[in-house]
């Protein structure tokens, strides 16, 4: 996507600041963004701070928060969907088509079981939707790159002059 060949030591190299300077923060405050699939390519790619950091998100941002907001929507209703399935799977299936135990799982009264269940239905669905989710708020990050920037233009010229 930006022209540059990566391999593994480049990776290498960057995953201190990938990993621990950026982790805390994504596993908390930005964990509550209705556009943060949109706004992590900026931190993690552009390497800025600061003042610079907050100035190009709401760059990024400006006209754009309702379409991440409606996408992140989306992802988060798919979720939901594939979570109510999976039960509604358990439901259907359940010997002797009574749905009780199914019921009683749902309701909680299984204690620990019910949770792990629960759980472990969550995380599956978000196994599975959570690449799709990074791929279009980085789609859409391109996208406001070019529109901003002109960035497919400038690799052109790079590409084209770089003999």
Do not use: C
Not at 5 to 11: I, M, N, P
């Amino acid at each position: 996507v930006f022209g540059e060949d990566t391999g593994a030591r480049d990776l290498w190299r960057a995953q201190r600041s990938v990993w621990w300077h950026q982790l805390p923060a994504t596993l908390t405050l930005r964990r509550l963004s209705p556009w943060r699939s949109f706004t992590q390519p900026a931190y993690q790619l552009e390497g800025q701070h600061g003042s610079a950091l907050r100035k190009r998100r709401k760059q990024l941002l400006r006209g754009k928060r309702g379409a991440a907001t409606s996408m992140h929507l989306a992802f988060a209703h798919l979720e939901i969907i594939f979570v109510v399935a999976a039960f509604a799977l358990a439901m259907w299936f359940e010997p002797n088509g009574h749905p009780a135990g199914a019921i009683d799982l749902l309701r909680g009264e299984d204690g620990l079981a019910a949770s792990v269940a629960m759980a472990a239905v969550y995380a599956a669905a978000v196994l599975v939707v959570e690449p799709f989710y990074v791929a279009a708020g980085f789609a859409m990050y391109l996208n406001r790159r070019v529109e901003l920037e002109a960035w497919d233009i400038e690799q052109e010229f790079r590409r084209a002059f770089a003999a």
